[in-house]
């Protein structure tokens, strides 16, 4: 429990944005009731807090208000995950990793649902189709012209060669 951590004690962190767990080393402990806070809902007004300062490496993290009883708690804004428990660590890894993995395979239905919408804007819009066309007109027009200039080009060297 994190209430009874003291200066030394160690906690597992796990961040969730670049995944990788580090060991934390406690630098000061201090377990109170927690005071009111507006941002805060009433629900995590219930008994004690206890506020945490790790280091971890080089770093110097504070860790205001986690519950006194508990043994894990996720700071989504810093992208950390802390428990006294290693077990708890690898738990939540394995969640993260269910989560993405289901993330990941819903991927390609999103992308046919998405090509959906965009062929329904352009039906729905023929303003937006025929400029559409316009730009794949211009751009074959630009690769003729390309393709003529290298022509010239090339035909004008071979001019200037018999000349010599």
Request: hydrophobic share 35%.
């Amino acid at each position: 429990m994190f209430q009874n951590l003291t200066q030394g004690s160690t906690l597992s962190v796990l961040y969730k944005n670049i995944p990788r767990v580090a060991e934390g080393r406690v630098l000061s402990v201090n377990t109170h009731m927690p005071t009111f806070n507006p941002q805060q809902p009433m629900a995590m007004m219930n008994g004690l807090v206890t506020d945490v300062t790790l280091q971890i490496g080089d770093e110097t993290i504070p860790f205001a208000g986690l519950p006194a009883n508990g043994v894990v708690a996720n700071f989504p804004d810093k992208g950390l995950y802390l428990s006294t428990d290693s077990s708890a660590i690898k738990r939540e890894v394995d969640a993260s990793a269910s989560a993405l993995k289901q993330e990941l395979d819903a991927v390609p239905a999103k992308q046919k649902l998405y090509q959906g919408y965009e062929s329904l804007k352009l039906e729905l819009n023929p303003d937006r189709q025929r400029d559409l066309q316009h730009e794949k007109e211009i751009t074959s027009l630009r690769g003729e012209i390309s393709e003529l200039k290298d022509l010239v080009l090339a035909l004008s060297g071979g001019i200037k060669k018999k000349e010599e």
